[in-house]
């Protein structure tokens, strides 16, 4: 979320002498994006950030590729997943390609012996079930159901969780995650059209400096690869930063719904956009209000994009037989559209209390195996009936 935030103590200016009480220098820290030519922090170390003991052999979690092309509608039963006492062990990808990984969570056990860093992309991690806190050097975002958590591409985290029961929807993009150009002005506020402002942004607090010698385990991923580093300092040895590039917050709870007098397009609900897909977010909001309106979808041919929906709470008026945690991949090439009965049902209806997730990528998705396991493999004929 590019705006300005500073946490701890920072020098006045940058790249200038900042000592410790017994004199020894702080270590400065640039992390920037796209070389030095997009959004950077400044961050300042008890101790330079390149104290590696020890580096173990890396192992893959590429994802398993069950089918690289598909044209037919499919759903996921995204509850399937069986929690998994690891969180970094829980992480299933379901839906793939070039420009973003789609994968189910479901986590019973808080990150307290090692952190974790994703070395190439940006994290999206939607709270589905479960509340805690995130903790990175930056400081301390709490979470909840709802929440959106974005963690940008480097980052070292930790997710505490409160208790066992954790559902995540988690989105990696090999691209960074922004909020949408349209509802950002020229110096990159969010404008009044906006469905959200930076007042609904959580951004951390509560910087805890950890001034600690020992081995510390990060476990760091890149092309597919995960590699165990141990560190001979805490990672969390922020005294303080400033900059553009550091976690962020946002609940599905603050997206101001977009409405009219006829039925809206699915682009008033997006939230984030990355290179080559978008994020959205459908919440309750009043139906259409002209009098003959139909509040129901239209079918659309999905000509250019897959279409994917994960189902939060609530009733989703277009559809029969929605589950908590259910994915629906509608591919490009071929129409969908509301499911029998469910258009005439919603002409005159005031209101929906539908809570989804929608995900449009720009290029087809591959099903991984994982992905089969939980396949519903009759949803393509929920339309006969």
Avoid at 91 to 107: G, Y
Avoid at 330 to 345: D, L, N, R, S
Avoid at 353 to 363: G, N, Q, S, T, Y
Wanted: net charge negative.
């Amino acid at each position: 979320m590019p705006f300005y935030q500073t946490l701890g103590k920072i020098p006045s200016k940058r790249h200038t002498i900042f000592r410790k009480e017994d004199g020894s220098l702080y270590a400065e820290e640039l992390v920037s994006t796209h070389g030095f030519s997009s959004t950077y922090s400044n961050v300042y170390h008890c101790y330079p950030p390149t104290l590696v003991k020890e580096i173990a052999e890396p192992f893959s979690v590429e994802p398993e590729i069950a089918r690289e092309k598909h044209l037919k509608h499919t759903s996921l039963k995204g509850f399937k997943i069986q929690p998994q006492k690891d969180y970094l062990a829980s992480r299933v990808p379901v839906l793939v390609n070039n420009d973003l990984h789609i994968s189910l969570a479901a986590p019973q056990t808080s990150m307290t012996d090692y952190f974790y860093k994703n070395s190439q992309a940006d994290e999206v991690i939607f709270i589905h079930e479960g509340s805690g806190v995130l903790k990175t050097g930056y400081g301390q975002i709490e979470f909840e159901y709802g929440d959106y958590l974005v963690i940008p591409r480097g980052i070292i985290y930790q997710l505490h969780f409160d208790d066992e029961q954790n559902r995540l929807l988690i989105i990696e993009s090999f691209s960074p995650i922004e909020t949408p150009r349209r509802y950002r002005n020229h110096f990159g506020q969010l404008m009044e059209h906006s469905p959200f402002c930076e007042r609904d942004i959580k951004t951390p607090k509560n910087l805890e400096t950890h001034d600690e010698h020992g081995d510390f385990k990060i476990m760091i991923k890149k092309e597919g690869l995960i590699y165990p580093y141990i560190y001979g300092t805490h990672p969390f040895d922020f005294v303080g930063w400033d900059g553009y590039h550091f976690p962020w917050a946002f609940s599905i709870h603050n997206f101001e719904p977009i409405t009219g007098r006829i039925h809206q397009p699915p682009p008033v609900h997006q939230t984030f956009e990355g290179a080559g897909f978008v994020i959205c977010s459908f919440v309750p909001r009043l139906y259409d209000y002209h009098p003959e309106s139909i509040p129901a979808p239209y079918n659309h041919s999905n000509v250019d994009s897959d279409e994917i929906l994960y189902y939060v709470d609530g009733d989703f008026m277009s559809r029969k037989s929605v589950e908590r945690g259910q994915i629906t991949l509608h591919p490009a090439g071929i129409p969908h559209g509301p499911h029998p009965g469910t258009v005439e049902k919603s002409i005159g209806a005031k209101e929906t209390k539908e809570l989804a997730v929608m995900i449009d990528p720009f290029r087809p998705l591959k099903l991984t195996k994982a992905a089969l396991e939980i396949e519903d493999e009759d949803y393509y004929k929920s339309w006969l009936y």
